[in-house]
């Protein structure tokens, strides 16, 4: 039977200088908004571009905002306008860098949410969808030889799978034989167009767009709106130049598209080496010279086969055919920050745009933002730690502070290897699987489940429940054989004194949880408030919710929060070891690594599984060992998902050290992984 701590070495865990602990606090928090009120600063080019956020109202329901105007802007001197369109699971602050630098050189800046993401209403439905499918580049396909073949399923997996099937393309390829269509392919991004052409600051003439991996094809279907459009006075509207960040190309033939009325004016290629997704790279395994000496590619470029070179300009920007292909040594999601190709676009914007600036395309402050704002947001998060040292010595978290189980119930040298590499094993062998299923494929009422990658995450969560339950339950008949009960204090689940005493531990950790990741919220939606940026890199994580996103936070969370205690049980209490006992910073932090390693072990796997063959020039390893089915969006985010599993494996391991149950750790764990997954994620 497992017996607490002695209470003199549990009273020893209480932080023994209370004034240390709310000092620690106040100094994160400050620095947290020293960090955003400075990034504040050069997002607003210090005073000299204004930042507005808005609602642009159409028929399809509000599209959010985030528009850059430099002070030189005016009604008397318009300046040229940029559409930016972000990419999948991102929102408009991922267009940050591009906008920062436009608007520092003259230009309005307009960044909006699209279609599923951020703060606009409509969903990805109103993308639209079809019943089949292209399995090769449009124009390519034939029914022969079943690269245009029928699909069924849900409907996100039937939106996911006509991502690149744009709304301006052939009736063939746009409608079914059901009445399904794909209804506007830009997201949006038409009536965000429309509505930067209207602004009386700009100049209408002088447009162009720029947009990320879903956000091209959004840029292509603007282009191919505005096609031959004009203003009142006549004059043409159409964009002028069009740069694509990791773009699909397709092949410009009359049974594609009505090439007689449709043409794309200055296209910039922003090509990433390492893109995982297999249709930025023409379905090849590497991005290589062999690209260049395809017919999509010197198409594209307007040369021949021998001619087409990277980093090169074709064609003329006076008459539209300007045409040129960067190559950026960089994979698909930093692709939005590349100093290399900001600079590129930067110069191909000013060009197109007739934008004379002696500001260098190389001056760049868009990324001093993002470190000021990753910093925020590590002091915000480490700030959790000192709030929560305070709130323990609180009489109401008493009874959440149970104290370790007894150290002879730790595992024997054997016994915790081999679990370890259970773990370790079961972790990586049903990533890649099933977080595609619940992407795509996984029978969850679309109603409720709404959030696409979110249900990605449930597919895989619901997996490894299964798996920790099933173990659970051999242990548990292993015990009863042997004439024990199974302990359940030593899997940091009771509190050892009792049904009563276990029931009031739930509560205090329940709500001690609920109070740091409340804290958390709170400061974020604080910034967001006095300086319009939330807590961030690059990409998304904690968004404030509108009224939609806390409802799907309520559906989610139960799945959240049984995986991240059954994780936590196996790990933290199961795997305990001599670490765990000590005090010291130096047995601390051995115990967080041990603990890391077991969270992580398993996407590390896959991350090596992707990446160690790509780099080598052989692929991608999922589409190479695997298919590229199982490639693309749960490859790429395993860039966001590492250094959260690692802030997870800090918080968890502290919990745990700090009472002695695994309920804080994975109940804090569960909130911000399921804010992160709901707050600004795609949404059906």
């Excluded at 699209?114 to 399995?135: F, I, M, S």
């Excluded at 302990?487 to 049904?499: K, V, Y």
Aim: one cysteine or more; aromatic letters at 12%.
């Amino acid at each position: 039977m497992s017996t607490h701590m002695n209470v003199e070495v549990f009273e020893s865990r209480r932080p023994r200088n209370l004034k240390s602990a709310l000092l620690l606090l106040v100094v994160l928090l400050a620095v947290a908004t020293a960090c955003m009120f400075v990034a504040d600063r050069v997002q607003h080019d210090n005073g000299r571009v204004n930042i507005e956020d808005g609602i642009i109202e159409t028929s399809a329901g509000d599209i959010a905002y985030k528009l850059y105007i430099p002070s030189t802007a005016t009604a008397q001197d318009p300046a040229p306008g940029v559409l930016l369109l972000h990419g999948y699971q991102n929102d408009h602050e991922t267009n940050a860098a591009y906008a920062i630098e436009l608007a520092r050189r003259g230009y309005v800046a307009l960044s909006i949410d699209e279609y599923g993401h951020g703060a606009t209403v409509p969903g990805l439905t109103k993308r639209g969808y079809v019943n089949h499918v292209v399995k090769v580049n449009y124009g390519n396909d034939s029914e022969a030889d079943g690269t245009y073949a029928q699909i069924s399923g849900p409907i996100r997996y039937r939106i996911l799978m006509n991502f690149s099937n744009l709304s301006f393309f052939d009736k063939r390829y746009t409608t079914d034989d059901a009445g399904n269509s794909i209804t506007d392919s830009s997201c949006g991004g038409i009536d965000a167009y429309t509505y930067l052409a209207s602004l009386p600051y700009v100049d209408d003439t002088r447009l162009g767009l720029t947009g990320h991996s879903m956000g091209t094809w959004s840029s292509w279907s603007v282009a191919a709106a505005f096609s031959g459009a004009t203003n009142e006075a006549g004059e043409s509207i159409e964009p002028k130049a069009i740069v694509l960040q990791c773009g699909e190309l397709f092949r410009e033939l009359p049974s594609v598209y009505d090439t007689e009325k449709i043409h794309f004016n200055n296209v910039l290629l922003l090509q990433a080496k390492y893109d995982e997704f297999s249709y930025f790279r023409d379905y090849q395994p590497n991005v290589n010279d062999g690209l260049l000496k395809t017919p999509l590619r010197y198409e594209f470029l307007r040369t021949s086969s021998t001619a087409a070179a990277w980093d090169k300009t074709y064609g003329t920007f006076a008459d539209g055919t300007a045409r040129r292909m960067e190559l950026l040594i960089t994979n698909h999601r930093l692709t939005t920050h590349d100093s290399h190709g900001l600079a590129t676009a930067m110069e191909w914007f000013g060009t197109a745009l007739g934008q004379r600036t002696s500001m260098d395309p190389t001056n760049q402050v868009a990324m001093i933002k993002e470190w000021l704002v990753l910093a925020a947001m590590l002091a915000t998060r480490l700030a959790m730690f000192p709030l929560m040292s305070l709130l323990l010595v609180t009489p109401i978290f008493r009874g959440a502070q149970q104290g370790l189980p007894d150290s002879s119930t730790i595992k024997g040298a054997g016994s915790w290897l081999l679990a370890a590499l259970i773990t370790i094993v079961c972790s990586a062998c049903t990533f890649p699987f099933m977080t595609q299923l619940g992407h795509g494929l996984l029978p969850l009422p679309e109603s409720i489940f709404k959030m696409t990658v979110g249900n990605g995450f449930v597919g895989w969560y619901l997996s490894l429940i299964l798996i920790m339950v099933v173990t659970s339950i051999i242990g548990a008949r292993r015990a009863h054989g042997r004439g024990e009960r199974y302990d359940w204090q030593a899997a940091g689940l009771t509190s050892g004194n009792g049904a009563g005493q276990t029931a009031l531990m739930i509560f205090e950790s329940t709500l001690l949880a609920l109070l740091m990741a409340g804290m958390v919220y709170g400061v974020n939606y604080g910034f967001v408030r006095l300086f319009d940026l939330d807590l961030r890199f690059i990409w998304p994580f904690f968004r404030p919710f509108n009224a939609e996103r806390a409802k799907q936070f309520g559906v989610y969370i139960p799945i959240f929060a049984l995986f991240y205690l059954l994780n936590n049980s196996k790990i933290m209490a199961g795997q305990r070891t001599g670490a765990s006992y000590r005090e010291g910073i130096g047995w601390a932090l051995l115990d967080w690594f041990k603990n890391f390693v077991l969270m992580a072990g398993g996407i590390l796997c896959v991350v090596a599984l992707e990446y160690v063959p790509f780099f080598m020039g052989i692929g991608p390893g999922a589409d190479v060992y695997l298919t590229p089915t199982f490639g693309g969006p749960f490859m790429s985010i395993l860039i966001l998902f590492v250094p959260q599993v690692l802030f997870f494996s800090i918080s968890c391991t502290f919990c745990y050290r700090k009472t002695g149950n695994v309920w804080t750790g994975a109940l804090l764990a569960a909130l911000l992984a399921c804010w992160i997954v709901t707050g600004g994620s795609a949404i059906l």
